[in-house]
């Protein structure tokens, strides 16, 4: 079965015991159960992590860029957390790997302090959905879907 890579950065593990004002009062678990039923309406097998390291985050970008290339899965829906406006080695890891990726923020980073306004990860994102809640999850996995069908 063809895969969808969900990736979460650091401290996405921490996501509905605090900050419920910005971020809502879900789970990273009840996330993961909102992925899996779009997966499952969209016939893809969910692939579900986090990592609160940003070499480890490297690797499994590397190894999906591999699995696309074979054939076996249609990219990556990423919340790289704050990674996103620091990390210069996951743009690097994702142009390299030539991942297609979809990234995601639950809050709207634009409304918030200035230092989230930039994106190291947007220039070699496919597609940006920010601001909808966890709901983007699942209609990131949807747009990803869709670009792997249609292209473009
Ligand atoms: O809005 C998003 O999804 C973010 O990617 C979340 C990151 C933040 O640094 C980005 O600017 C925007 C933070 C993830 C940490 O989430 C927490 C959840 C609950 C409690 C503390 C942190």
Redesign the pocket.
Known sequence: MTTVLVLNGP??N??G???PEV?GNTSLADVEKMCQSEADKLDLELVFRQSNHEGQLIDWIHEFGREVKAGNSIGAVY????H??TSVALHDAIEGAELPVIE????N?HK?EEF?HHSFISPVARGIIVGFGVQGYPMAINALHQLSQHGN
């Open positions: 401290n996405l921490l996501l015991t605090r900050k971020y919340n790289p957390g704050a996103t406006h995601l923020h639950i809050s980073v918030r989230r």
